[in-house]
């Protein structure tokens, strides 16, 4: 036995550093695949010195979990790379689910004798994970485009959310002092509940990158908790890791979009302008064709790209490849800019075109890259809209005044594949599309970008 709990503390040392290694390496798109592996070989030393100890009686139950654990994983691993935001706000709505029920059985194990630590404790890991668990299902159905993208808003609606956070840490309070009051325990579950359904509800599409490593830090931080209750070492070093490293993104994120965390959960940003509309009709715009738009990038001398969530949703990221091959081979020198915040989830942009191949020194970050635009004959914007608007540094009255842009309009020429000309996720009307140097090239991202190879390789794909 001695020797079992050895090895148990081997893995799980092993096991920890491969979660350290993991963070570090995905913070580089070089190396994020060694972070991926390092990840999964963590995670399976983790369950396989699990498995060790000597507490577990039964190991059937836990073979059916496995095996049911797969049947549902396996699939939902399976999804198109469009989806995996959503598919990530998923992972996060398990895994808080996960954490609840564990805490609500720890509690009623222990109930009425839970020491006052361990009740405070174990009473922040179920509301963490309560709030956790409905908000990042919302937060799923949002990037689905199955509940409504736009800020659902009413008034005194700030008032009556933190109003049942903060009934829901009363009652936690309550049963650190009194847990044998055990009545109380399924409304401090039940109210978190609810309070993550209605902390989605006022935040648009726009957000959803900051909400969803906010989420991500909520759902660590509640592993955590666990640890302690459990005593678990590795669950608590694993918990604190997850929570600490959304934290920081979501600060990164946000300061990206100089905005602050009161903002983003309770700004509402993503309303429809109402005078978008009549503005759009007032005033022309430069189209362009496919024909068009290969004659001026093969006379181009220096292209950057701006991928944004449009290309994600046209799946065009592949298109986008054979693009940069035909302009490469022509001499052209192509560079990619990456906004923080561009897509539906941090780092949306790299993983899709990491997925194409694309060479990852041609992957240039909004501060390396805005020096360049003066000296660029060409910008392509492909779907991006927020990340690329002038208003933000010129309109002090726009909600997004202040935000870190692409500086696309100081380049020479900036052509923007497009569906329409509606507004993008935060609801505002882009006046980049307007300038005298822009050309709008409306179409699906992958159809238009595979047109414009058509006509730079001769006819030939």
Known sequence: MIATEHLIEVTYLIATALFVLSLKWLSSPVTARHGVWAGEA????????????????????IAIGLVLGTIIGVPLGRVAMTAVP??????????????TLVGTSEFYLRAPNVPGLMMGVLSLEVILGALTFTGSLMAAGKLQEVLRQRPITYKGQNF????????????????????????????????????????????????????????NSYAGLSAAAM?????????????????????????????????????????????????????????????????????????????????????????????????????????VDVKFGIHPVAGRMPGHMNVLLAEADIPYDKLLAMDEINGDFPQTDVALVIGAN?????????????????????????????????????AGFAGIENPLYYLDKTLMLFGDAKNFVGAIVREISGGHN
Do not use: W
């Open 386 to 422: 927020d990340v690329t608007n002038p208003a933000a540094r010129e309109d002090t009255s726009s909600p997004i005044y202040g935000m870190p842009i692409l500086d696309v309009d100081k380049a020479h020429t900036v052509m923007v594949i497009k569906r329409s000309m509606g």
């Open 160 to 215: 009556v959310n933190l109003g049942l956070l903060a009934i829901a840490i009363g009652i936690a309070a309550i049963l650190v002092l009194h847990p044998e009051k055990m009545y109380l325990f399924p409304f401090m579950i039940g109210i978190p509940l609810v309070f993550g359904v209605m902390m989605i509800i006022p935040i648009g599409g726009a957000d959803m990158p900051t909400v969803i490593s906010l989420l």
């Open 227 to 331: 640890g302690f209750v459990l005593q678990s070492k590795l669950l608590i070093i694993a918990g604190a890791l997850d929570g600490a490293s959304g934290f920081i993104l979501s600060v990164n994120m946000s300061k990206a979009m100089n905005r602050s965390f009161t903002n983003v959960l309770f700004g509402a940003f993503g309303q429809e302008q109402a005078t978008v509309a009549g503005a759009k009709e007032a005033r022309p715009v430069r189209s362009a064709s496919p024909e068009e738009a290969a004659g001026i990038l093969t006379a181009a001398s220096k292209v950057v790209i701006v991928p944004g969530y449009g290309m994600a949703v046209a799946q065009a990221q592949h298109k986008v490849r054979e693009l940069y091959d035909a302009l490469t081979k022509r001499g």
């Open 86 to 99: 959503q598919r990530t706000a998923l992972s996060h709505a398990f895994g808080a689910l996960c954490v």
């Open 42 to 61: 963590g995670m399976l030393l983790a369950v396989a010195g699990t498995l060790l100890h000597q507490g577990i009686v039964d190991y059937k139950l």
